[in-house]
């Protein structure tokens, strides 16, 4: 890889893989192009778009508009725009990955930060693009080719007697490269119950030719931690889990004229062993979990000036679990999609996509979207889209039982309508698109104009899935199809890289749920942010990149809380960094979840390697 040598790593509280290390080096955009593009290009939307590289203390957690439910350092949850931690879509290069068996392991994701090119976040209704569950939004994760020979070193230290290292080593040649990257973690917790150990493999290889490419991603993780009240918010319960994943991704792209043919294929295993007293004095319950998926899929595009940019293909998802009390169950789908984007005049743009999900057992679920843009002045375009999208039950919601939760069989899949209008003022972006935020000011880091975006939306939902009590006597969360429910939002976000080598980022969301419907208490339907604001300076002072983030946020019926970090780092030698840096510095308490306490300040330090 390019090593910039002013460049260091993020602290990333594992709110995505769990990992610490923010490499350097990595790109501000997509590497696949097309992906950009539809993303982008196809949507006709700015993109938000989080470079995973160097001397940036913007967390993981604090990616734009993004929620991050945090339960620990080694399981946190995705939200956008007032939906669940079921409504957000993880994707690994544009695939999805969400796991079956329930939304709370999106997050086990088997690659290190040595593989992270960005993180990618697109809010919004992308049923259409992506297939079930992008209610709230996607994230995506791009990960990097193996182009160039390198190696990274990376070890740190600090509070909880927390100890890292992640070792990462690439090979490259003119046609071919391999990256294989290690990392082991542990801690010992800043409350009791809350230990943790966790260790990745990985393997990233790829190869290309005259006629296209070929790229694989091959992981491995487990996680073994306290799950102090996890899941029993409040009651005392001294738990402890304990996951393994397994990922196998493979996709290539062959061109032959104006046509490029995409077949992929995407496999994953996860499995999960949960005791709810570790003491064994309250309960013995012991639950063990295992579920596979796996998904094939072959896509054909092409653009041309007559007809603009076109996409079409077919999907097939196997989704199957094992489980001591789930019991087993499969279920299928089979999936078709298109979309097409075509500038119309010199300033108007549409672009439109359709996706067909044919679920075993039941009829199938029509999704799309259809946007339009206008370019109103230099740099400033108006935009407006309206998207169909669905979620599918997870095997959780169900099939699970205990003697406080019930699932229900029952239960029919969520559907959203997603109308949005928006302003942004963007800059130019790799690939002929366009980006603002993040995106442009990191690209440029120096003496870039301003860019900003501003989104309302609304989303009406029917038969949103929660875990509900109907009356205080009730003693079980049953999981049901609420009726239906209104959500009214906005966003913006800015960017200004004002003086070189100074970066500063501000971004604020806004959502009001309104459930129409008289249920006593919902387990999850308020526990999303009302008002979520995050800011960030970068700087580099001659000896290293330096930088601050703060967020505030704020939850319906519960005060608001700020937590801020900061990092600073120094180059000692031509490749060697030494770094201080530290989470919620000012040491606040406060709870993403009610009942499960957040750490207070968290200090590392430790020294990077790269050559």
């Known amino acids: 890889m390019a090593i910039r040598k002013n460049a260091v790593r993020l602290l990333a509280v594992s709110a995505i893989l769990a990992l610490p290390l923010r490499r350097a080096g990595a790109q501000a955009f997509f590497y696949d192009p097309y992906f950009a593009q539809r993303l982008a290009a196809r949507l006709k939307r700015p993109l938000s778009v989080r470079p995973f590289e160097s001397g940036d203390v913007l967390q993981a957690e604090n990616l734009p508009g993004v929620d991050m439910q945090s339960r620990s350092a080694m399981q946190s949850d ?31 994701i088997p690659v290190t930060a040595a593989d992270i090119g960005s993180i990618d976040v697109l809010p919004g209704a992308e049923s259409a693009l992506f297939g079930p569950d992008a209610i709230g939004g996607a994230v995506n994760l791009s990960l990097r080719r193996p182009e160039r020979t390198e190696r990274l070193l990376d070890v740190q230290g600090g509070s909880h007697r927390s100890l890292s290292g992640l070792v990462s080593v690439t090979e490259a040649a003119d046609s071919a490269g391999l990256r294989i990257s290690a990392e082991d973690r542990t801690s010992d917790g800043f409350r009791e119950d809350t230990d943790f150990r966790l260790r990745t493999l990985s393997a990233r290889p790829a190869w290309k030719a005259d006629f296209g490419r070929l790229d694989g991603t091959f992981g491995y993780q487990e996680k073994d931690f306290g799950a102090n009240d ?104 089979a999936s078709v999609f298109l979309d097409q984007a075509k500038d119309l005049t010199d300033k108007a743009s549409a672009g439109a996509a359709f996706r067909l999900d044919a679920f075993e057992g039941r009829s199938a679920d029509p999704t799309g979207s259809l946007a339009l843009r206008w370019k109103a002045a230099k740099r400033q375009f108006l935009r407006a889209s309206a998207a169909r999208s669905v979620r599918l039950p997870s095997f959780t919601e169900l099939y699970y039982a205990d003697p406080t939760t019930q699932g229900n069989a029952s239960l029919s899949p969520e559907e959203a309508w997603t109308y949005e209008i928006g302003w942004s003022l963007e800059s130019e972006a790799p690939q002929g698109g366009s980006c603002t935020g993040v995106c442009a000011a990191d690209r440029s880091f120096a003496n870039a104009p301003p860019v900003a975006s501003i989104s309302f939306f609304r989303r009406d939902e029917q038969g949103f899935i929660d875990w509900i009590r109907r009356s205080p006597s009730q003693s079980k969360w049953t999981a049901e199809n609420v009726t239906d429910a209104r959500v009214l939002g906005a966003e913006c976000s800015a960017a200004w890289a004002f003086i070189p080598s100074t970066r500063l980022t501000a971004n604020y969301a806004y959502a009001d749920r309104n459930v129409q419907s008289e249920v006593y208490n919902y387990k999850y339907g308020v526990n999303y942010a009302r008002h979520l604001i995050q800011t960030g300076l970068r700087w580099d002072s001659g000896v290293g990149p330096q930088s601050v983030s703060a967020a505030f946020k704020k939850k319906p019926g519960r005060p608001g809380w700020m937590s801020v970090d900061a990092r600073a780092s120094w180059r ?29 300040n968290w200090l590392q330090a430790g020294l990077q390697l790269e050559w």
């Open 230 to 333: 996890f899941y029993t918010p409040g009651l005392g319960y001294l738990s402890r889990e304990r996951t393994r994943t397994w990922l196998a991704d493979a996709g290539s792209e062959i061109e032959f004229g104006p046509w490029t043919l995409r077949p992929d294929l995407l496999w994953r295993r996860h499995y999960d062993r949960f005791v709810l007293d570790e003491t064994g004095v309250r309960s013995s319950s012991v639950n063990e979990h295992r579920d596979d998926m796996a998904v094939p899929s072959l896509s054909l595009r092409r653009e041309d000036e007559a007809w603009g940019r076109q996409g079409v293909g077919a999907e097939y998802g196997h989704e199957e679990i094992r489980s001591t009390n789930i019991g087993s169950h499969l279920r299928r789908r």
């Open 572 to 600: 000692l030698l031509s490749g060697l960094t030494c770094f201080v840096e530290g989470s919620n510095i000012l040491d606040k308490k406060y709870e993403e979840i009610e009942g499960i306490p957040q750490p207070g």
């Open 78 to 108: 995705f939200s956008m725009r007032g939906a669940s931690f079921q409504d957000v879509l993880v994707l690994l290069e544009g695939r999805r990955i969400n796991d079956p068996q329930t939304g709370h392991f999106n997050s086990d």
